[in-house]
């Protein structure tokens, strides 16, 4: 709606992930350094983390658009499987033909370690990128740590490259997966970028966009404002842009003021909290009104428990009066 405004040929801030608009910040340059040195080298498993909206994907995709000629790689993106779906995945990914109608997982590994030593013969090396393996159970993770085993007397037969939310290195160090944790060999954790990588991170994305970053400047104060509340996340700063520009164009403006950027920042912020704190809404009532509930019962039974006590001491004197009052039967009796 508002590209041939500002004069660009497309969206610069999709939140789609695009390696054309990767904008490599010194973190992500050291990331994509530690995947490919991962994939080239002779370790197991490569371990690439960071939080919600980071880049990792992005990270990913350029990983592969970068991967040598001799490299042949399966893509998961969608780990939500068991382990027999997993082997039939990875062997889809590489083309593997599997004979047997119904496959076993013995089938797909002994395919799968065919197919990687005749590979191994010609010079050629194979990876496995899993994306959100945060997702990945830990028996999964526990045939993916076999699947390491699939070796010639020097080399490595299959690069591992798991990619995940923070949460998968605290799986990853329970003592259950503490031999998969020992195959990693190389990690790196992707840190969101700060207030000066923000600038240029716009700044790149417009000028990728077909814009003119001189003529479509952002001012300081407004990118001092996107920092703060986008935490340098570049999918929440694509978010708070994207909302800016529109708004700007709505506005008709030439581009984004301070006014503009915060009312961008909280719109935004509205739509995350109400989506984070919905499910804390519905919790709280209903915990208020199961302890209201609690405490009732525990005055009425309180109450009713000191009543019969009364009535009790009332009573039990009475019954051992007139007890007293019967006279003991006779010899004759």
Known sequence: MYTRYFGLTEKPF???????????????????????????GEGCIVLFTGGVGTGKTTVCRRLVEQLPEGTDVAVILNPKLNIDDLLKTICEELKITIVSSTPTSKNYIDALNVYLLAAHAKGRNTALIIDEAQNLEPEVLEQLRLLTNLETDTHKLLQIVL?????????????????????????????????????????HRISVAGGD??????????????????????????????????????????SIDVKTAKKAVQEVVTVQQTGRFDGLKMVVPATL?????????????????????????????????????????????
Request: aromatic residues 6%; contains cysteine.
């Open 289 to 333: 009104i199961l302890l209201l509930l609690f405490i009732s019962l525990y005055v009425v039974f309180y109450d009713e428990g000191r009543s019969l006590e009364k009535q009790l001491k009332r009573l039990l004197p009475a019954q051992i009066s007139t007890e007293q009052q019967v006279p003991a039967p006779s010899a004759t009796d």
């Open 14 to 40: 999709a939140i789609a992930p695009n390696p054309r608009f990767l904008y490599m910040s010194e973190l992500h340059r050291e990331a994509l350094a530690h995947l490919l040195y991962g994939i080239n």
């Open 163 to 203: 990619i995940g939310q923070p949460e998968l290195r605290d799986m990853l160090a329970i003592p259950a997966l503490s031999q998969v944790n020992q195959r990693i060999t190389t990690r790196y954790h992707l840190e969101p970028l700060s207030g000066k990588d923000v600038a240029a991170y716009i700044r």
């Open 213 to 254: 970053p001189r003529s479509l400047a952002i001012p300081e104060k407004v990118i001092r404002i996107i920092h703060k509340h986008s935490h340098g996340i570049p999918r929440l700063i694509n978010i708070i842009c994207d909302r800016a520009l529109l708004g700007a164009y709505a506005e008709n403006k030439v």
